[in-house]
Nanobody
């Protein structure tokens, strides 16, 4: 089984930056696409960024141009660089296999057990 541990969240002012990390353990996953999800208070969990086993990336319109997803297959890590943060980015962020719609692309990854996520709070 694959286990995910997210880290890097915290409190940041609008316009600030954070870099989230996702560490996978238990099994290799380098050949699989990965995604970052977030769940804001009172909202459904949404897929915001994906990356293939290579370098192809995709983003939700809400984060496009501000967030960058990357991965290190040797370390079984995936990252989310978050710049120009807005209050509406406040959410718990999770990593997992991408499943569902992101923009016009449908992903059919098999979800693993969700990690605890990491909380990002954007507030002044």
């Amino acid at each position: 089984q694959v286990q995910f541990v997210e880290s890097g969240g915290g409190l940041v002012q609008p316009g600030g930056s954070l870099r989230l990390s996702c560490a996978a353990s238990g099994s290799i996953f380098s050949i699989y696409a990965m995604g970052w999800y977030r769940q804001a208070p009172g909202k459904q969990r949404e897929l915001v960024a994906t990356i293939t086993s290579g370098t192809n990336t995709n983003y939700a319109d809400s984060v496009k141009g501000r967030f960058t997803i990357s991965r290190d297959n040797i370390k079984n890590m995936v990252y989310l660089q978050m710049n120009s943060l807005k209050p509406e980015d406040t959410a718990v962020y999770y990593c997992n296999r991408p499943q569902g719609l992101l923009g016009a692309t449908y992903y059919s990854g098999s979800l693993e057990i969700w990690g605890q996520g990491t909380l990002v709070t954007v507030s002044s």
